[in-house]
């Protein structure tokens, strides 16, 4: 996030957040207070597209399926042998492995997977983040800092929405990107008085609203990055022994800020982990980085989340733009895939322990009823408490309906 991108984030935000700017509010949310139709959600995003069918599911002996083997979880399902700690984790968590969707390209599929929309060059539609965090930001009306937060990548837009609901980029180590401030360097401070100073002169000579509207969004930028809130992008903060339990690499940390800004109250958060374009060797990489990086992280979460009371209303989201094709190519890689793949859901009140839908032997064809991108939003929406009867208008006056009109996918609710 650039400084003009913040400053524009912010201008935008201001209309939401008004008098909401309070100073004081702790980190901590006691657990009670969350509970009040608080809900939220984690989208962790494996950017490349992920070979689910050697994480989710396997094939064991099929000639599509890899060296990997099952092991038994928590919950009434298998998964990757390299993912021991999430298998203890399971029963809280859904395998949804008819996924089928229409994109594998990676921009394409990115924007379709975060949207609900396939890609249109007259319409720019709102991610995941911006959905959520419309829709969910009235829940807290005490949230100073941003409602979606991007950590460790960049994330989809708002499009129509508009930039009140833009994500708020931050490292994983909670540092605005391109904007690291010392809010207690006297330089800074100098420069902030001495600005503030000659807007307030242009404002006595009324020269316009400009200087008055940008003197405004000022204030309300250092509100918030002056706010208490602001503790809970301090990742270094946490007990070492914590640090450690989520990994101490940017994807580790990254779902460490994720539950810390949870826990304050943001509705939407998004975690980037990449690197999963795998077209070789892919299953060497599976096994020696991606997948012991993720095990660590994910299970980290899920289970911190459910011992302080969030997870019920956390949804977590695990996904890709696609999957990789069953056939394993001539440099031991697997190729786009979008036809059948899998994607993880949890928390919310969706049901865990369980895997939905099913695809053929050797992986190439879902054999029970596919499911979209339209529908995983739709059921996110669900178990969030948004209405799918909500309906936006473009800004070529077109009603968009939320999730791209999807269908809720009952198997996680019944």
């Known amino acids: 996030m650039s400084r003009r991108h913040f400053v524009k984030h912010m201008a935008g935000a201001s209309a939401m957040l008004g008098s909401s700017l309070a100073m004081g509010h702790s980190l901590r949310v006691h657990a009670d207070e969350l ?27 099929a000639a599509t399926g890899g060296p990997f083997q099952p092991i038994s979880t928590s919950g009434d399902l298998q998964i990757c042998e390299h993912l021991p700690m999430m298998a203890k984790q399971m029963h809280h968590m859904a395998v949804i492995r008819s996924m089928s969707t229409r994109e594998a390209d990676h921009n394409r ?70 904007l690291e401030m010392d809010l207690e360097n006297t330089r ?37 990055l002056t706010s208490e809130q602001m503790a809970a992008f301090k990742v270094e903060t ?20 994720a539950r810390r800004l949870v826990e304050a109250g943001v509705p939407f958060v998004e975690v980037d982990l990449g690197g999963w374009d795998n077209h070789a060797n892919v299953h060497t990489i599976l096994a020696d980085q991606k997948l012991p990086q993720m095990d660590r992280a994910m299970s980290a979460l899920v289970e911190d989340l459910e011992q302080r009371g969030l997870l019920e209303d956390t949804a977590i989201i695990w996904m890709g733009e696609f999957g990789r094709t069953p056939r394993i190519n001539q440099d031991a890689g697997r190729d786009h895939w979008a036809r059948s793949w899998s994607a993880v859901v949890g928390g919310a009140g969706i049901n865990g322990g369980i895997a939905v839908g099913a695809t053929s032997a050797d992986g190439t064809a879902v054999e029970t009823e596919p499911f979209s991108s339209e529908d995983l939003m739709a059921s996110i929406c669900h178990a969030l408490g948004i209405s799918l009867e909500t309906t936006y208008t473009s800004k070529n006056d077109r009603p968009m309906k939320i999730a791209g009109g999807g269908k809720i996918i009952n198997e996680l609710f019944a």
Not at 200 to 216: K, L, M, P
């Open 188 to 224: 800074l401070m100098q420069r902030v008085a001495a600005l503030n100073l000659m807007e307030t002169s242009f404002i006595r000579e009324t020269r316009g609203s400009v200087a008055a509207d940008h003197q405004n969004v000022l204030k309300k930028t250092l509100e918030v």
């Open 109 to 178: 599929g990115r924007y379709y997977m975060h949207t609900g929309y396939v890609p249109n060059p007259n319409i720019e539609h709102p991610g995941y983040g911006s959905v959520v965090a419309h829709e969910l930001a009235d829940q807290r009306p005490d949230l100073a800092i941003p409602p979606f937060v991007s950590v460790g990548g960049a994330s989809a837009g708002p499009g129509f929405l508009g930039m009140a609901w833009a994500p708020f980029n931050v490292s994983s180590n909670g540092r605005i990107r391109n």
């Open 238 to 257: 946490e007990p070492e022994e914590v640090k450690e339990r989520y990994g101490t690499n940017g994807f580790g940390q990254g779902c460490l800020l």
């Open 35 to 61: 509970k009040k139709n608080r809900k939220s959600a984690i989208l962790l995003w494996m950017s490349g597209g992920p070979s689910t069918i050697d994480i989710w599911d396997l094939k064991p002996g």
